[in-house]
Every structure is written in structure tokens, then in C-alpha cells.
């Protein structure tokens, strides 16, 4: 008698919590994903095409599709365009799914003379370039004083072994002089203007100019989890920019999605 009510206890103590987290809706995910999220169906139609797809899920509009690629379990979402949109469907991402890590894939305005439409750039740090204080001097991305740190820009740091295969991947891929990495800035605007792209590389050292990196990267750190950013050049983010990003920006896209197929193969062999 003693030795059922000790079992039905245990039993009691190992459901009860299964069932209240699936009947709030919890995450109750077996699987670990690879989460790849983009902001524009260009960015991930290519991957979209090459995955084994078992599910849709939509939250809030946004959808998730869930599935396997290069024998890797994968979510792939297009977050859609912006720092609002690309923070929000990363942490509904999180909430709902078990997610081992991100990789942001698309396409970005390059920022250096020695770089051309169709580079590569793989982020080591990132930041927001519209975030700061905008004071009767003009606007401070970063005042210096690290009391002032909702007045002021701060940097992100992606996870370094997922950037070095992203780095890897890219090279494989497009050529080793076709790849660069280094600093990327992220802000709601799109840039098509040379005095800005000119502002971005003296100020933040910049390599490329996008619109979601940087949000993205934030909820990453508040969820803890590793992520990389890798961005194909679409346009030198000049006045010819809009030109150039009709011209290139599906061509941009696909290249990115070829590197995340590769990194993908590696973390399977791995
Ligand atoms: N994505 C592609 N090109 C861009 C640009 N010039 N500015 C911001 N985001 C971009």
C-alpha cells in the first residue's frame, strides 16, 4: 500500500508539470533547431526550396516553417523587414520553440571602396546605428559615458565558432576574396547615401549597412543564445543603391542561403 502511494506520487510529480505546460501552450519541443531567419522571402525562398518541410506554424502573422535541411533540424521565418519586426519574431521564436542557435542570413549595403555587390560579409560585432541621443549638437550614438547606457549605442558580439564557420562557409563558397568580416550596422533606415556610408566606416568602422542584425542580436543576448549574422552585398549603399538592390538583391539573397547550406553540411559532420 505505502509502495503505490510512493509511485502514484512520483507519477503525479512528473505529469502534472507535462501537462500544465502543454495546456498553457508551452514549449514542449523535442527537437533542438538551427533557426535560420531572414527579413525578405528572397532571403530564404532558395532554402525554402532545398528543405524538407513538415510544418507551418504562424504566430502573430509571422511564419515558421519547420522542417530538416541538409539533415539538420531547421526553423526557417522571415521575420520581415526592420529592428521591430526582426526582434519580435525572434523571441516568439524562442518562447514557443527549443532553438540551439541563429543564423541570420540576407542581403546588405556594403560600405568600403575595396568591396563590391555580391561580397560577403560575415558580422563579428554589431550595433545600431540610429540608437543614441539626438542633442542640440546633433545626434551621440555613444556618449562615453557607460552610466549613460540607454543614451547611448553599445556593440554585440555574435558567437565566435558560428562565425568562424559562417567565415569558412563563405569562403568555400564565393572565394576568400569575396569575404569579409567585420563590423556591421543595423538601423531602420535604408541607406542610399554616400556622406551616411562614409559616416559609418570613419565612425563605427563599419563594413555593411542592414536592418535587422543588431535587433536581432539583442534578443539573442537576453535569450542567451549563440547566433551569427551573414550578409551579401546587394548594393554600396550610394545614391545608386536602389538601382542596384533591384538588379542584385535576389541574386545577394541566394548567395547568402548557399552559405548557410554549407554551414549546415559542416555542423552535420561535425
Ligand atoms: N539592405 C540591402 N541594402 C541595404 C541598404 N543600402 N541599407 C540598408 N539595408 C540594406
Request: hydrophobic share 40%; with cysteine.
Amino acid at each position: 500500500m505505502k509502495c503505490k502511494s510512493v509511485i502514484a506520487a512520483i507519477l503525479v510529480a512528473i505529469f502534472i508539470p507535462v501537462l500544465l505546460s502543454a495546456c498553457a501552450g508551452g514549449n514542449n519541443e523535442a527537437k533542438e533547431y538551427t533557426a535560420i531567419v531572414s527579413a525578405m522571402d528572397n532571403e530564404i525562398e532558395h532554402l525554402l526550396k532545398e528543405a524538407d518541410i513538415e510544418r507551418v506554424e504562424t504566430i502573430a502573422g509571422t511564419q515558421y516553417h519547420i522542417g530538416t535541411l541538409r539533415k539538420q533540424p531547421v526553423i526557417i521565418t522571415k521575420a520581415g523587414i526592420g529592428k521591430v519586426r526582426a526582434a519580435s519574431c525572434t523571441s516568439a521564436m524562442f518562447n514557443k520553440f527549443q532553438v540551439s542557435r541563429v543564423v541570420f542570413t540576407g542581403i546588405a549595403g556594403g560600405i568600403r571602396d575595396d568591396e563590391h555587390v555580391l561580397d560577403q560579409v560575415i558580422a563579428t560585432r554589431l550595433l545600431q546605428h540610429d540608437y543614441g541621443t539626438m542633442s542640440n549638437d546633433g545626434f551621440i550614438w555613444n556618449s562615453g559615458d557607460p552610466g549613460a547606457g540607454y543614451n547611448g549605442g553599445e556593440f554585440y558580439y555574435p558567437d565566435k565558432e558560428l562565425t568562424a564557420l559562417a567565415y569558412k562557409a563563405a569562403v568555400e563558397v564565393v572565394g576568400k576574396e569575396h569575404v569579409f568580416k567585420g563590423t556591421i550596422a543595423t538601423g531602420d533606415q535604408f541607406v542610399a547615401s554616400q556622406s551616411y556610408v562614409d559616416k559609418l566606416e570613419k565612425e563605427y568602422d563599419a563594413f555593411a549597412c542592414e536592418m535587422e542584425g543588431a535587433a536581432v542580436a539583442v534578443v539573442c543576448e537576453q535569450y542567451e543564445k549563440p547566433f551569427a549574422v551573414i550578409r551579401a552585398l546587394s548594393d554600396k549603399a550610394d545614391g545608386k543603391a536602389h538601382d542596384s538592390y533591384t538588379d542584385f538583391g535576389d541574386k545577394a539573397g541566394e548567395h547568402s542561403s548557399r552559405i548557410v547550406l554549407k554551414m549546415l553540411e559542416y555542423l552535420g559532420s561535425e
